[in-house]
């Protein structure tokens, strides 16, 4: 049979293949794209984290706005107190183990073998009640906006299942649609 010619009274006309672009195909590949786009975005980060030895954190106060908004992640490497000047961000322990704090230096003195460092947040209009004693500092290399609030929700319960269930949907987005599209090309014969 020829392809443009009218079909005869009775007969079936084999419709000619054409590229679906169902909502299906779209969705699947969507997702696709989106966890590719997403792994390779982690992989790049871990391996320059791993490269430069720098350490992430996430943001999660606005005493440095507007210069590191909440939900940033930083990265910093860890120099010694020595190398640091008034003006660099750094990361130090907070006395007591209550966590991290990154602000600004104001001073810095060299101080029975170690250095008593005097931060300040941007945001803050006075400095930190009591100036940190360190021989380390993580110094700030990078700061990437929004980041931290993503980083920051993978960590949840939810953040963790969401993850799991984006992988097993392209896992099965990765088959749904082509185990049907072969076999129906198979089951097609011409006339």
Sequence with gaps: MTIGLPAE??????????????LLRMLRSGILWLAAALGIASIVLFAICMI???RPQIVVSGSMEP?????????????????????????????????????????IE???????????GDANETADP???LVSTVGKLV???????YVAAALKTPIGIGSVVALLILVFVLGFVG??????????????
């Design 52 to 54: 430069f030895q720098l």
């Design 142 to 148: 990078v700061s990437l906006p929004v980041v931290g």
């Design 178 to 191: 082509r185990s049907g599209a072969g076999s129906s090309r198979r089951g097609r014969t011409a006339n």
């Design 9 to 22: 009274p009775g007969t079936r006309r084999e419709a000619v293949s054409r590229p679906r672009f169902s």
């Design 110 to 120: 060299s101080q029975n073998g170690g250095y008593s460092i005097v931060l300040k």
């Design 130 to 132: 009591e100036p940190y």
């Design 67 to 107: 210069t590191i908004p909440v939900g940033s992640m930083i990265l910093a490497t860890e120099v010694s107190a020595a190398e640091i000047a008034p003006g660099d961000v750094v990361t130090v322990d907070r006395p007591g183990g209550r966590g991290l704090v990154s602000h600004r230096v104001v001073s």
